[in-house]
């Protein structure tokens, strides 16, 4: 009987250790897909954490702390404001993933070599114009992405990356030879140059040498009218842009381009467009900045696939009620005109993402601006706004929101709706409460309250209820 005892005794102690392993393997597996976006909650819990990512945080250098981080498998440091990359980033032995896109470096370390792990590199829209010998160490790498760059040849030792599979080098200066060099000392891997898609013409006769690759096309003040017509030979011509032309000469040009995907008329003297625009059904991108525009053209109406319209820098002084036809619109600049008021048609822009109208003399917008649920950025900055309406709350997609130079004097409690506001700007408003609803902004993390007239009382009162924000005044 008493082995019996022993014998039950002994199975529920091996089926406890079993269930404890599988809670520990789960936790562990837990924390390895977990990401870590804050770099104070990371620091609390710095050897559990695999994944960080610190993009978009304005940062100019490494935040301390971060050699705690001891079995960190991905980093990224995407568009932030990086000029170079500490030595220490070779101490992340561990690393398989980094992501240092979109900031200003001009190198990386030679430490970076010894990353042994490191599988995907992603470097692209920098100011490198070379790398270190020692990337030729990363044995594992299979993934080196560094588009748009400054780079002319890459170091001899990217011929020891064996388990390369893509190199991206587009947007860079490599010449035909260091491309024939490249691909024949990586056979097995998939290297993306410049395509004729990605080469931009500026002279008109070069281009009309070599018709069929054409697909970009820039030009300033002056065209040969001889040469005019012949244009409308670039069969494949999808991006135009024209600059320091007159009105006629940029109808005359445009005329009968129907096929065009992106068309810049920046700095052109335009007062008007041309009714045959309204059949450029392929277009995407219509840029007409800095022009006399004061309405906005009618053959703009017909343009089903805008997806961005600028119009900055004129003196439209409101907008028609046709603007909510562009639904397809996700990014809509009107910035520096002079108008005062938005139609309620406004909200039918159930795409927009970017909405931009600072610099104009409106008092109030429509309350259907609530109808723009996937809005992300919206510019009121330096216009006579009095008051926002209440359905501002409803944009839970928000992350900036700027209403510096008004003159509002009250925020709507709905503010605290939303959810995902990162930076708030209230400068310059004779604004002197902040509703008590700003405490529900959890992922705010700036506050601009220069030149309000919020006291320092309420300010310490906010500071303490928004520990993660950083508020200016």
């Known amino acids: 009987m008493s082995k019996i005892i022993l014998d039950n005794s002994m199975n529920i102690k091996i089926v406890i250790i079993v269930i404890i392993s599988l809670l520990s393997i789960q936790n562990v597996n837990s924390q390895e897909n977990k990401t870590y976006r804050n770099i104070n909650k990371a620091l609390a819990n710095a050897y559990q954490v695999y994944k960080l990512d610190f993009s978009n945080k304005y940062l100019t250098e490494l935040p301390r702390g971060m050699e705690e981080f001891e079995h960190l498998t991905k980093l990224i440091l995407s568009r932030n404001n990086l000029s170079e990359i500490s030595t220490t980033i070779g101490n992340y032995r561990n690393l398989q993933e980094l992501d240092l896109s979109h900031n200003v470096l001009v190198t990386l ?53 064996k388990q390369l599979k893509l190199l991206n080098v587009k947007g860079n200066n490599i010449d035909d030879i260091e491309k024939e060099r490249l691909k024949n000392i990586l056979p097995d891997c998939e290297v993306v140059f410049d395509s004729p898609e990605d080469t931009v ?9 070599n018709k069929e690759n ?11 009218p001889n040469h005019v017509n012949s244009i409308k030979e670039l069969r494949n011509l999808k991006r135009l842009k024209l600059e320091g032309f007159d009105g006629v000469e940029v109808y005359s040009i445009i005329e009968d381009l129907l096929y065009l995907e992106e068309l810049i008329l920046n700095r052109n003297n335009l007062t008007e467009l041309p009714n045959s625009m309204i059949e450029m059904k392929n277009l995407e991108l219509l840029s007409l900045e800095n022009n006399y525009l004061n309405v906005l053209p009618v053959s703009i109406r017909g343009l089903e696939n805008l997806k961005i319209l600028s119009v900055s820098n004129n003196f439209l002084t409101e907008i028609p009620d046709w603007i909510g036809e562009l639904n397809n619109l996700t990014h809509l600049y009107l910035g520096s005109n002079k108008i005062v ?41 330096n216009n006579d706004l009095n008051y926002l309406p209440e359905s501002i709350g409803s944009l839970t ?71 993660n924000c950083t508020i200016k005044n």
């Open 341 to 381: 008021y938005l139609p309620q048609s406004i909200g039918e822009l159930e795409n927009l993402s970017q909405f931009s109208l600072e610099y104009n003399k409106l008092v109030n917008v429509p309350d259907s601006i609530g109808n723009l649920s996937k809005l992300r950025v919206l510019y009121l900055t």
């Open 109 to 161: 370390p030679e430490s970076i070599g010894r990353l042994s792990d490191l599988q995907k590199l992603y470097l692209r829209n920098n100011h490198i114009s070379e790398l270190p010998e020692t990337i030729g160490e990363l044995k594992n790498l299979e993934w080196l992405v560094i588009h748009n760059n400054n780079l002319d040849v890459l170091p001899k030792s990217i011929g020891n990356l």
């Open 397 to 467: 997609e928000l992350s900036i929101l700027n209403l510096g130079g008004n003159q509002l004097t009250h925020l709507p409690w709905s503010i605290g709706s939303l959810k995902n506001l990162n930076h708030l700007r209230l400068t310059r408003n004779p604004i002197e409460v902040i509703p008590r609803s700003i405490t529900d902004l959890s992922e705010l993390k700036s506050l601009h309250l220069k030149g309000t007239r919020v006291s320092n009382e309420e300010i310490i009162k906010i500071k303490n209820l928004l520990n």
């Open 201 to 209: 013409y500026t002279s008109l006769d070069v281009a009309l040498s």
């Open 214 to 224: 054409v697909f970009q096309l820039e030009l300033k003040q002056y065209i040969d």
